[in-house]
């Protein structure tokens, strides 16, 4: 399954920079199983950095990391069979990563394009941006703002080549994956 990692965030703050909240953020990803229902799961560590100025998109910058090691599907064996070299490879690639090339605005919504690396494979991506939220002050008195952002991939696309085909035809892991980030960010 591909869920890769990454993530977006903008500020409704004139040129501000932010920071993950890793413990507020995640990557989540749905794959087809067996045609039949998606396999839901998650990244709970994203790390990064956010630039964002909205009368200035050509300056938006959005650099985040996911710690492959922590998916999370609710069935260890599961896990355990993406963290292999058949999927992930955590040993050998521990992170997913997104690194932006480009903001816009298009009907009002934001999108981010940017690189997309999982399984030490690099393809460009695009970011459909619900938000992001406009700039608050958190509980503990630091200006946060959220975004969502969601992609579809190819797994095939980034390496992630395994597969078993089903007696009555089709595949028990799906090609495409959904990816949607969910990130909260605070500000520097």
């Not at 909240?21 to 045609?35: E, I, L, N, P, W």
């Not at 999982?118 to 008195?141: F, Q, W, Y």
Request: hydrophobic share 40%; charged share 25%.
């Amino acid at each position: 399954m591909r869920t890769f990692y990454l993530l977006l965030l903008s500020a409704a703050a004139y040129g501000a920079e932010y920071t993950i909240d890793s413990a507020h953020s995640a990557a989540t990803f749905g794959v087809r199983h067996m045609m039949v229902s998606t396999v839901r799961g998650h990244f709970s560590k994203v790390t990064g950095k956010v630039s964002y100025d909205p009368q200035n998109l050509a300056a938006c910058k959005v650099e985040a990391t996911v710690d492959a090691t922590t998916i999370d599907t609710r069935e260890a064996k599961r896990d355990a069979h993406l963290k292999s070299p058949d999927f992930f490879d955590v040993a050998k690639f521990p992170t997913l990563s997104f690194l932006s090339t480009k903001c816009t605005r298009e009907g009002g919504k934001l999108k981010i394009a940017g690189n997309l690396t999982i399984h030490g494979v690099t393809k460009p991506v695009l970011l459909d941006v619900d938000g992001p939220s406009p700039e608050m002050k958190s509980a503990g008195g630091v200006m946060i703002i959220g975004a969502s952002a969601n992609t579809k991939i190819s797994r095939k696309d980034f390496g992630m080549l395994w597969n078993r085909l089903l007696e009555a035809g089709g595949a028990v892991v799906g090609d495409e994956v959904l990816i949607t980030l969910d990130i909260e960010a605070k500000r520097n």
